[in-house]
């Protein structure tokens, strides 16, 4: 697992816990290539009925399984403009995050779940502003 030097896990204003950073980040670094593990789309019904619904990502060709990302790559907040984004890499079996913005010394770090910045899909919950 790859992971930038001071990368944190705090309490993100309503939002619970997040994924922070106590050191400057450019944009197009590379923050962290989270190992996942990989849960068969036969199984999805179960993480369903469990806490683990809140933070899988689709997964596969037809994103038909799913996937727990390791390290901290299942802690991080959704916003509609995030200064992260998320590559799912199939073929090595991780989720890549990556800057797309500058982001300063202890600032939270955030990923559109829908996939695309910008992206203003309602989400299976109520983000906190």
Known sequence: MHQIPGLYVSE????GRGVF???HIN?????EICPVIVIPRSELPIIHKTVL?????LWG???????IALGFGSLYNHAVHP????ILDIENRTIDIEAIMDIPAGSEITINYHGEPGDPEALWFEPAL
Not at 27 to 31: E, K, L, M, V
Not at 61 to 67: H, K, P
Not at 83 to 86: E, Q
């Open 27 to 31: 944009a197009g670094d590379t923050i």
């Open 53 to 57: 619904h809140d933070y899988y990502f």
């Open 61 to 67: 060709d037809n994103m038909e399984d799913c996937a």
């Open 12 to 15: 993100s204003n309503a939002k």
């Open 21 to 23: 950073t106590s050191s």
């Open 83 to 86: 200064n992260a984004n998320f």
